[in-house]
């Protein structure tokens, strides 16, 4: 059984070569071949000259090197894309992932299930962030149709299956969690304590955060529209109660001119809504607006993958 580990590595000079020599020692014993594939998401300092050393030394490493940074979707789909192995895992380049529990993921995938999920605590996180992730999960659990779950992300071993279930999910949009979760297949979840980076600094932002906590929210379901035809509903139901009453009220008393107030905050409230709505509507568009120009997800720079990676599908 050969194992494919796939590393996305953006801007992880510092860290990329001792990552290297820790996993292979350490699934050096594991009594299976391992293939490497780092995936270079474009970094902008030595971490592809790094990959391209580890490749000249050690025949096992492969790499794919993007033009530019796409993200971090974009490495992991290159990497599985470019995975021959018969398991295939997903681990980062900066150690958080502890490669030790590869060989309690391959036992776990030996005893038949197709994803070994590793799930991380919340150790060592900032309070702030913890308190938002647990609110967010359960929001999102609400309203997608896929189960989300705080901690679990993209540190996993998938069985062949799963990988090519996942590759046949070619929307530009990705939301690998949700695409993980939605394939299915038998899955297995185990807990670790979570690492604090040692080296570099996390690429999460707080805009990029709030981003990838809408794309969960919109990529995998269309609730938020129906939120939106409800609260309509809701305010047209509203309006005629209260024009019925207004009405019945002029033609008992006549009309009396004061309601400045009432009038004001009517129309603000509902030129708020109003543009919410067209804004839940703008994400979708949006996103058919990228899904239809069936855009590459990457380009490819450099790479000793053979043969050279196949241009990504054009469906
Ligand atoms: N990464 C990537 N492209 C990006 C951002 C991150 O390939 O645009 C990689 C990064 O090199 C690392 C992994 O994704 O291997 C996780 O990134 P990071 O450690 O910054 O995220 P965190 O652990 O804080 O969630
Ligand atoms: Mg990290």
């Not at 929001?139 to 149709?145: E, K």
């Not at 899904?291 to 000793?304: C, D, G, I, Y």
Request: charged fraction near 25%; include cysteine.
């Amino acid at each position: 059984m050969l194992i494919s580990i796939v590393v996305p590595c953006f801007n992880e000079e510092e860290i990329v070569r001792r990552f290297h020599e820790h996993v292979t020692e350490e699934l050096g014993s594991l009594g299976h071949p391992v293939e490497l594939v780092y995936v270079d998401d474009g970094s902008k300092d030595g971490t592809l000259a790094i990959l391209q050393e580890i490749a000249k030394s050690d025949h096992r490493a492969r790499y794919v090197s993007f033009s530019r940074n796409f993200g971090k979707e974009a490495a992991m789909l290159a990497g599985l894309r470019n995975a021959s192995g018969d398991a295939v895992v997903i681990m980062d380049a900066d150690l958080q992932h502890p490669p030790e529990l590869v060989r309690r993921m391959v036992a776990l995938h030996e005893q038949g299930f197709d994803q070994v999920i590793a799930r991380r605590t919340r150790k060592g996180d900032r309070v702030t962030r913890t308190l938002t992730a647990r609110a967010y999960y359960r929001l999102i659990n609400r309203l997608v149709d896929v189960e989300l779950v705080d901690g679990v992300g993209d540190f996993r071993m998938l069985s062949r299956r799963s990988v090519d279930a996942v590759l046949e999910l070619t929307e530009y949009n990705r939301f690998s969690k949700g695409l993980f979760a939605w394939v299915g297949f038998s899955t297995v979840t185990f807990e670790y304590e979570n690492a604090v980076r040692e080296e570099g600094r996390s690429k999460w932002t707080f805009s990029k955060l709030l981003n990838y906590g809408l794309d969960g929210l919109i990529s995998f379901n269309d609730k938020p529209l129906r939120i939106a035809l409800y609260l309509g509903l809701l305010l047209v139901a509203v309006a005629m109660a209260y024009s019925t009453w207004i009405v019945g009220v002029a033609l008992v008393n006549g009309v009396e001119t004061p309601g400045f107030v009432t009038l004001l905050v009517a129309v603000t409230a509902l030129a708020g809504v109003q543009m919410l709505m067209i804004g839940v509507i703008g994400e979708y568009v949006g996103r058919i607006y990228y899904e239809v120009k069936r855009r590459p997800h990457f380009l490819v720079k450099a790479t000793n993958v053979e043969p050279a990676p196949v241009a990504p599908a054009h469906l």
